[in-house]
C-alpha cells in the first residue's frame, strides 16, 4: 500500500465511513486527451506515455475514471500510431501515466 493510500485509508477510519469510497475518492479529471507520446524503451518496447496534466485524480488504472481515461486515450493513440508508422500496433508494453510539467 502506498503512503497515499494509507492516508485515504486512515481518513476513512477517522471519518467512520468504511464506505466512503474503495481506495481512492473520487475527483474531476482535467486533462487533455491528445497529450500522450509512444516511445520504444529498452527492457519494455513500445510504451504510451499519457499526460495527466492537471488532472487531481490518482494516476491509478485501479479508480474507475483512471482505467476509462486510459482506454479511451490509448484507443486514440493506436489510431494515431497506425496513421503515422503505416502498420497497426499489437499492444503497449507498458503504459506510464506521468505529469509534464514545462515553465
Same mark, same amino acid.
Given at each position: 500500500?502506498? %503512503? ?7 481518513? /476513512? /477510519?477517522?471519518?467512520?465511513?468504511? +464506505?466512503?469510497? +474503495? *481506495?481512492? &475518492?473520487?475527483?474531476? &479529471?482535467?486533462? +487533455?486527451?491528445?497529450?500522450? %507520446? ?8 513500445? #510504451?504510451?506515455?499519457?499526460?495527466? =496534466?492537471?488532472?487531481?485524480? &490518482? #494516476?491509478d488504472m485501479r479508480h474507475n475514471r483512471c482505467r476509462a481515461c486510459v482506454e479511451r486515450r490509448k484507443d486514440i493513440a493506436r489510431r494515431t500510431y497506425?496513421?503515422?508508422? =503505416?502498420? &497497426? *500496433?499489437?499492444?503497449?508494453? %507498458? *503504459? *506510464? ?7
Amino acid at each position: 500500500m502506498t %503512503a497515499f493510500e494509507q492516508y485515504f485509508e486512515s481518513l /476513512k /477510519k477517522v471519518l467512520g465511513r468504511d +464506505d466512503l469510497y +474503495d *481506495i481512492w &475518492p473520487d475527483f474531476e &479529471p482535467e486533462y +487533455d486527451e491528445r497529450e500522450y %507520446a509512444w516511445t520504444t524503451l529498452r527492457g519494455l518496447g513500445e #510504451s504510451l506515455l499519457l499526460n495527466c =496534466g492537471q488532472c487531481d485524480g &490518482p #494516476s491509478d488504472m485501479r479508480h474507475n475514471r483512471c482505467r476509462a481515461c486510459v482506454e479511451r486515450r490509448k484507443d486514440i493513440a493506436r489510431r494515431t500510431y497506425e496513421r503515422a508508422m =503505416g502498420r &497497426p *500496433i499489437e499492444k503497449w508494453n %507498458a *503504459i *506510464i501515466l506521468c505529469r509534464i510539467h514545462i515553465e
